[in-house]
């Protein structure tokens, strides 16, 4: 495993201008296919790539790795395409509910894990957009661990769970009725102790039946943008081996 270095953070950013967004976006291009991440931190990037393709008349199509996603580009006019018709996309960018300095990741607030990560399974290079309250030592210190089951036989994978040392509860929405994922599956949010080997959880659940995806993305981030309190970016970069 390769240790991360940092490059010197950038002077604080005028009023009004979102550095985090704009670093995210600054890498796309006229004829790229650009993988559009979930959730909020994700969101203020695709809102700056939308004024960037008015504003400079960008030739992109973008791929969506979610439904709400999906609506937020439709309401931009940000031309998309269907993920069913991609083999590679260019360029990704994505937020975490946490992040390493090893740039490992942990996703699933919005319920897309596996969108998300087919999204960047298949992109030649795939940024991770996150706030400084987001950078942990250990995964898991503050964010609970999402992992998605399929819905038929949920009480026997769940105990599965819990001889891995997992414990959690079943999601569910503000009114009480069960979370859906965008492709139908059950989330559990659950604990992961913090003497855990995360490589090692992550092989686990790839063994267990039942279970569709969970939120740990160990390898897919080529680079980390860090947003720090005051506005400036501090980026993490895997060292040359």
């Known amino acids: 495993m390769t240790n991360p270095s940092t490059t010197s953070p950038q002077a604080q950013p005028p009023a009004g201008i979102d ?67 991609i083999e590679t996309i260019d360029y990704t960018f994505d937020g975490a509910d946490e992040v390493d300095h090893k740039l490992r990741m942990m996703k699933g607030h919005h319920g897309a894990i596996t969108r998300q990560r087919l999204v960047a399974a298949v992109s030649t290079r795939c940024v991770c957009l996150a706030t400084e309250d987001k950078l942990v030592n250990h995964l898991g210190t503050k964010a609970l661990l999402a992992i998605t089951l399929i819905p038929f036989g949920v009480a026997s994978t769940r105990n599965r769970l819990r001889e891995l040392g997992l414990s959690g509860i079943l999601r569910r929405t503000l009114d009480g009725e069960v979370f859906v994922s965008d492709g139908g599956g059950v989330l559990f949010d659950m604990t992961i102790p913090q003497t855990c080997d995360i490589e ?13 995806d969970h939120g740990l993305f160990l390898t897919e981030a080529d680079e980390v943008i860090i947003e720090c309190k005051k506005g400036e970016i501090r980026r993490l970069l895997p060292e040359e081996s």
């Open 200 to 212: 090692q959880l992550a092989m686990a659940l790839d063994h267990v039946p039942g279970v569709v």
């Open 19 to 85: 550095r985090l967004a704009l670093a995210g976006i600054e890498p796309v291009r006229s004829g790229m296919i650009v993988g559009l991440g979930t959730g909020r931190t994700a969101n203020r990037a695709i809102r700056a790539l939308s004024q960037r393709v008015r504003d400079e008349k960008l030739d992109i199509d973008c791929v969506c790795s979610s439904l709400a996603t999906e609506a937020l580009a439709k309401e931009l006019a940000l031309p998309t395409v269907p993920f069913n018709d």
